[in-house]
């Protein structure tokens, strides 16, 4: 493979290193309760959340921005509003700014991502390419997340608000966009694309079953900054250790999960649910912060597998001139099932100032095993198509 083809790989990479940028302030987020001691909980949570419900609406109408306007196009402008969302309230006091500001940042998340995605399926006309690029993708999401922890982890205990600049580092990614994003090869022969789209009822279960393991896995970064400094682990920055564990072994899931769907179809996602309820049943249950880091390790290997499988099970039932819109959707779905099953924890499980945080885990990993359930039962049913059988 050329120089030019590693950097359009890069180029996409990138998108996937930022799309997790919001997990920045997630180990300093008791800090925000501490210094905005006047708001309720539930308003600080959706400094972190809150990007994802913006992220919903950019992702549904990322595929027909994409036909309109280019698919690096609308990369570099869902970079640029990360950036200006991202670093804004580093200098802004005003929660509600601030909040406002989060909301940018996620909807330029939500645009570059899923447009990134879809590129991936007109960028390549390869299967087995389009997997190993997809895969890449999905990876680079958790050296991001590593990176924009554990950054922010460090910058939150010099001022809970220097954070902030971790969103930095977006920057670089902006510049390799502009100058490596990869041609489109597959030409898209519609130019409007329907209000709806059709997708197989197959794909639908899929993207129903990730998104419930993606909501359960979102209970982790938003409790492991509480559940560290409450339980007298460390601080913020020891809460970013722990999550710099899982992002290290997500890296290495998303790296080799496609060739562990390939030896094991899709009962994967069942076992990996069901074994993603156990480390949370061990978060709920343990005393330790050595135990802590072999469960969060443990959980970022397994719940990482499921996160290139979401696209690459999906394009083996949907043609590719769908793939943008219809990924788009599979987000929307993630982003809305995290937001609710977050949001209705921290309700349910909160006194209004802290949350039992150990009660959250335990029951996440009762979803995570109620998921395995579904998963199991839905791939006793639908069995997945030879090569021979998914669309071009």
Same mark, same amino acid.
């Given at each position: 493979?050329?120089?030019k083809k590693?950097?359009?790989?890069?180029?996409?990479?990138?998108?996937?290193?930022?799309?997790?940028?919001?997990t920045a302030i997630a180990s300093g987020l008791a800090y925000f309760q501490q210094y905005y001691s006047d708001i309720d909980r539930i308003w600080i949570?959706?400094?972190?959340?809150?990007?994802?419900?913006?992220?919903?609406p950019a992702c549904l109408i990322a595929g027909r921005l994409c036909v309109?306007?280019?698919?690096?196009?609308?990369?570099?402008?869902?970079e640029i509003c990360c950036v200006i969302g991202g670093l804004l309230p580093f200098w802004i006091r005003s929660f509600p700014i601030i909040l406002f500001s989060r909301l940018i940042m996620g909807a330029g998340t939500g645009l570059s991502g899923t447009a990134a995605t879809g590129l991936i399926y007109s960028a390549y006309d390869d299967v087995r390419l389009e997997a190993k690029v997809q895969a890449i993708l999905q990876a680079a999401g958790y050296a991001g997340a590593l990176a924009f922890t554990i950054l922010g982890g460090w910058l939150s205990d010099i001022q809970w608000n220097y954070c902030f600049l971790a969103y930095i580092l977006v920057i670089p990614a902006a510049v390799i966009s502009v100058l490596y994003t990869p041609p489109v090869i597959k030409e898209i022969k519609e130019k409007k694309i329907p209000i709806i789209v059709p997708i197989e009822k197959t794909a639908w279960g899929i993207m129903i079953i990730l998104a419930l393991m993606s909501g359960f896995a979102a209970i982790f970064s938003n409790n492991i900054s509480g559940y560290t400094i409450s339980n007298g682990f460390g601080s913020a920055l020891t809460a970013g250790i722990s999550q710099g564990f899982l992002d290290v072994a997500g890296f290495l899931g998303c790296l080799f999960g496609y060739a562990i769907y390939l030896k094991t179809d899709?009962?994967? &996602? +069942?076992?990996?649910?069901?074994?993603?309820?156990?480390?949370?049943?061990i978060f709920a249950g343990t005393a330790s912060f050595a135990a802590v880091c072999i469960a969060a390790t443990a959980f970022g290997f397994l719940v990482s597998i499921k996160a290139p499988l979401t696209a690459t099970m999906i394009s083996e039932i949907q043609p590719s001139s769908t793939m943008t819109s219809v990924c788009g959707i599979s987000s929307l779905i993630d982003q809305l099932c995290s937001t609710v099953i977050v949001l209705s924890f921290t309700k349910i499980f909160t006194d209004g100032t802290s949350g039992n945080e150990r009660t959250q885990f335990l029951a996440g990993g009762v979803g995570f095993v109620i998921a395995a359930? &579904? +998963?199991l039962i839905f791939t006793l049913k639908y069995k997945r198509p030879g090569i021979e059988d998914m669309p071009g």
């Open positions: 493979m050329d120089r590693l950097l359009q790989i890069l180029s996409i990479g990138l998108v996937g290193f930022i799309s997790p940028a919001g949570q959706m400094l972190l959340i809150g990007p994802s419900i913006t992220c919903i309109k306007y280019g698919y690096k196009q609308l990369i570099v402008f869902g899709r009962w994967i &996602i +069942a076992l990996c649910s069901f074994l993603c309820g156990v480390t949370y049943f359930v &579904i +998963a």
